[in-house]
């Protein structure tokens, strides 16, 4: 399983967000999340990556838990453990986060030159080839203002996959495209699941969970239900 969530809880002072829910997901599986505003939807995704700390309960990243219950004590991976587990995941916010003062050649890089896994040379060509894939060729040396709403969300898929992510998760993909973009972004998801990757996406828009939905798992009232 790529990933797997046990009976996590999550509270902002004393207010709940969720309790005691689980759920998987396993590689090339496309799960949505949905539920009404507030219900802690973009809560969830920041736990799962880390951005957000957890109150009870468990989140398993392929074999390594990002955190787990120990003597009935949250406990969060070592930092070894962290830096392995961070490389599995991506996430696409729903503003898309670029820096706007790099170009969408730089915004791509700069991650993994920090992580500095490879060598740069390396990840000069996994960058070009996600740029070619995702039809960014003639916009690598824009600014994140000199583009559209739709390149900037690719510039944010291809920057998330830049470290051969196993779980990719999208926060609203959709709230800021129209319609011909969104199936342009949903064929770009449904590709990246067909390599294997487990894909779990935020969104409000029924008609994008027709077109790419295997599963939803709905966040209502602190619980989850499929
Ligand atoms: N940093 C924070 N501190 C305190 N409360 C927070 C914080 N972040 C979120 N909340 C609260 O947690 C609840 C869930 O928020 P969240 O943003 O996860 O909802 P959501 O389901 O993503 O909503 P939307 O569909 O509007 O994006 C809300 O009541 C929100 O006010
Ligand atoms: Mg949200």
Redesign the pocket.
Known sequence: MALTVENLSKN??K?T?FKDISFTVDRGEIVCIM????????????CINNL?TVDSGSIKINNLYLCNEVNGKIQYASKENMKEIRQEMGLVF?NYNLFPHMTVMENILEAPLFLKKTNRKDIEKRANYLISELELKDKENNYPYQLSGGQKQRVAIARACMLNPSILCF??PTSALDESTRSQISKIIRNLASQNIAIII?T?DNAFVEEISQRVIT?SNGSISE
């Not at 539920?35 to 995704?45: D, N, Y």
Request: no cysteine; aromatic share 4%; glycine share 18%.
């Open positions: 902002f002072g207010t967000v539920g009404k505003s507030g219900e802690g939807k973009t809560t969830l995704l920041r957000e729903q926060d609203e935020v409000h966040l």
